[in-house]
């Protein structure tokens, strides 16, 4: 399984970004794709998840009603877009995908990552 992550950039606060991460390799009939953020100095975090097939969501309190995550089940992608972004939310930004056990928002419970992009936001 590869996981190929972009989109990171630097914007503004309140601005806006689109994250992509491709996969390819996941053979799985049913799976989940998601995203996760470590701060410099802090724990990787979860910030969103899609369940394959079903389309599922689940997301951080935090982001709720600013972030949305979709695929694009053609080309076996998920997007995260952001929206009104915060200087707080500076980080690297990884896609990650596992089989369905564990918890969707344990990073432990992901098997497959990506090699992270990098989101800044200025104040």
């Known amino acids: 399984v590869q996981l190929q992550a972009s989109g990171g950039g630097l914007v503004q606060a309140g601005g806006s970004l689109r994250l992509s991460c491709a996969a390819s390799?996941?053979?799985?009939?049913?799976?989940?794709m998601g995203w996760f953020r470590q701060a410099p100095g802090k724990e990787r975090e979860f910030v969103s998840v899609?369940?394959?097939?079903?389309?599922?969501?689940y997301y951080a309190n935090s982001v709720k009603g600013r972030f949305t995550i979709s695929k694009d089940s053609a080309k076996n992608t998920v997007i995260l877009q952001m929206n009104s972004l915060k200087p707080e939310e500076t980080a690297i930004y990884y896609c990650?995908?596992?089989?369905?056990?564990?918890?969707?928002?344990?990073?432990?419970?992901?098997?497959?990552w990506g090699q992270g992009t990098l989101v800044t936001v200025s104040s």
């Open positions: 390799g996941l053979t799985f009939g049913s799976y989940r």
């Open positions: 899609m369940y394959w097939p079903s389309g599922a969501t």
């Open positions: 990650a995908a596992s089989e369905l056990r564990g918890i969707n928002y344990d990073a432990s419970a992901y098997g497959y």
